[in-house]
Structures are given as structure tokens and as C-alpha cells.
């Protein structure tokens, strides 16, 4: 079975700080997604990467930067947290190529107060 | 880019009867669309899905019917049940990414 961790369920920071959400996989998957949840708005894109060290940018992009080191990791980067981004944060994984099922993490609950 | 449009937003069913939601999309290349469930709390699960050289899928209870010519696709849930209640989002596949619907809430009355 596919297991997609978050390293937080919830995290509270402050307005300024670099907040930095992890995700990590263990099914070998090339493909790796970072999505907001917002009541009544789905699940909007972040950046998405589709190999490692290879990323490229979805719907919502702007104040977030994400970085792919390793296969398994997707780190998603708040520069300078804004109340705003407070959010449900769910990082997926799928395998390579298109028309592949993507399966979710948990999901990180973050404020920014 | 692709646009996923999900009605109803919330639908209340008694226990028992079937459920339909639908979804329409945009873009005519979109090729592959899955189903998602999302209880209380809980991560979106995947439950079924369907690619465009399919009509109709079912796996028990659910089955997701394609139309490309208008493009839209649905949801079906028969026989449900108080477990079925959930948040279900649909989605779309075009231009390298899943565009995902708003999310419809299910409410099963027992």
C-alpha cells in the first residue's frame, strides 16, 4: 500500500517566519504534488515535480518555492509566512507518466498567526 | 487551462437510495478522470476512476459514467449507506495535472 507522510498533522507559526512542510513516499513514485485545501475552494496546485530536482509550477505559486533533493522527499517552502497561507496543506505522490492515480498524505493543518 | 465544474454542492439522501453527482469539464483532451473520497479529517482516498476510452466503470457499489461529447462524467452510489457520507471530489487530467472540482458533501440519512 502507498504511504505518503507528512511530517506535521498541525503547525502553528508566525507571520515572517520560513516555514518549511515535509512529505516523503515510499513507493519509488516519480511524481510528487503539493495542493492547498480551502473550504469550498478543492484542492488548488502548488508546484508539482516531476524527477528529482525538477519542478514546475501549478495554480497558486506565488509565496511558496518547493524543493526535490532526493526521490522520496518533496519539501514545500513558505519564504515569508503570510496569514493567508493559513491552510490544510496535502502533499500526493503517483508514478511516472500521465493518467496515474495520485494518492494524498494526511494532510498538514498550518496557521500563521 | 482545465476547468472542473462539481454539482451539486451538497446532496442529503435517505439511506438506501442512490446517489449521483456529477462533473463537467473543459478541455476536450483531458483523458483520465478519477473520483476521490474525503471523510471528516481524513486524506482524500481514491475510489474509482475512468479514462477517456471508457464509457461506464463499476466496482460494486460505485460505478463513474463518461460522456466526452458533452463532457461530463458522474458518480453513482447505490444502496447507500451512513459510511458513504463523505466529501467526493471529482477531477481531470489535462495539461500534465489533475484539475480538481470544488467537492460535493454527501449526507446519508439514516
Known amino acids: 500500500d502507498v504511504k505518503v507522510t507528512q511530517s506535521s498533522r498541525y503547525l502553528v507559526k508566525r507571520t515572517g517566519e520560513k516555514v518549511f512542510l515535509e512529505c516523503v513516499q515510499d513507493?519509488?513514485?516519480?511524481?510528487m504534488f503539493w495542493y492547498r485545501q480551502d473550504p469550498g475552494l478543492g484542492l488548488r496546485l502548488i508546484y508539482f515535480?516531476?524527477?528529482?530536482?525538477?519542478?514546475e509550477k501549478g495554480d497558486i505559486p506565488e509565496g511558496y518555492s518547493v524543493s526535490r533533493e532526493k526521490k522520496e522527499r518533496f519539501s514545500l517552502i513558505l519564504e515569508s509566512a503570510s496569514t493567508n497561507q493559513t491552510s490544510m496543506y496535502l502533499c500526493a505522490s503517483s508514478p511516472g507518466g500521465s493518467n496515474q492515480p495520485q494518492h494524498f498524505g494526511d494532510g498538514t493543518r498550518l496557521s500563521i498567526l | 487551462g482545465e476547468n472542473v465544474e462539481q454539482h451539486p454542492s451538497t446532496l442529503s439522501v435517505q439511506e438506501g437510495d442512490s446517489a449521483v453527482i456529477k462533473c463537467t469539464y473543459s478541455?476536450?483532451?483531458?483523458?483520465?478522470f478519477p473520483w476521490y473520497k474525503q471523510e471528516l479529517g481524513k486524506r482524500p482516498q481514491l475510489i474509482i476512476d475512468i479514462r477517456s476510452n471508457v464509457g461506464e466503470k463499476k466496482d460494486q457499489r460505485i460505478a463513474v459514467t463518461l460522456n466526452k461529447t458533452a463532457k461530463h462524467f458522474s458518480l453513482h452510489i447505490t444502496e447507500t449507506q451512513p459510511e458513504d457520507s463523505a466529501v467526493y471530489f471529482c477531477?481531470?487530467?489535462?495539461?500534465?495535472?489533475?484539475?480538481f472540482g470544488k467537492g460535493n458533501q454527501v449526507v446519508v440519512i439514516p
Open positions: 515535480s516531476y524527477d528529482v530536482k525538477m519542478k
Open positions: 478541455d476536450s483532451a483531458s483523458n483520465y
Open positions: 513507493m519509488d513514485h516519480e511524481n
Open positions: 477531477a481531470a487530467y489535462g495539461n500534465n495535472r489533475l484539475a
